[in-house]
C-alpha cells in the first residue's frame, strides 16, 4: 500500500496536472471566443465596407453625370459665344453699310445744295 507521503505526491501531481489542463482549456476558451468576436467584427466590417463600397460607386457615377452636364454645358456656351461672333460681325458689317450709305448720302446732299441757287 502507497504511503501517506506517496499518496500526496500523486495528488499534487494531479493537482498540477488539472491545473495545467485548466490552463489550456481556459486559453482555448479564450481563443474561441475571440475567434467568434473577430468574426462578428468581420461581418460588421465587411457589411461597412460594402456599404462605403457602393456610396463610391453612387458618387461616381453622380460625378460622371456631372461632368457628362458640365461637358454639354460648355459646348452650349461655345456655341452661343460662335453664334453671338458671327452677329456681331453681322451687326458690323451693317453698321459699315449705313456709314457708307450715309456718307454717300451727305456727299449727294452737299452735291444738291451746291447746285441750288443762292436767294
Given amino acids: 500500500m502507497a504511503t501517506v507521503e506517496e499518496r500526496l505526491q ?3 501531481q494531479e493537482h498540477t496536472q488539472l491545473k495545467k489542463t485548466i490552463e ?5 476558451i479564450g481563443a474561441l471566443v475571440n475567434k467568434a468576436a473577430l468574426e462578428k467584427l468581420n ?3 465587411d457589411k461597412l465596407f460594402e456599404t462605403l463600397i457602393a456610396h463610391d460607386r453612387l458618387t461616381n457615377e453622380q460625378l460622371v453625370e456631372l461632368r457628362t452636364q458640365q461637358i454639354e454645358t460648355d459646348g452650349k456656351i461655345v456655341g452661343i459665344q460662335t453664334e453671338m461672333r458671327q452677329r456681331f460681325s453681322e451687326q458690323d458689317s451693317k453698321i459699315t453699310q449705313l456709314q457708307t ?3 454717300e448720302h451727305t456727299i449727294l446732299l452737299q452735291q444738291i445744295l451746291a447746285r441750288l441757287p443762292e436767294k
Avoid: F, G, R, W
Fill in 10 to 12: 500523486a495528488l499534487e
Fill in 24 to 28: 489550456l482549456q481556459t486559453i482555448t
Fill in 43 to 45: 461581418e460588421k466590417y
Fill in 101 to 103: 450709305t450715309q456718307a
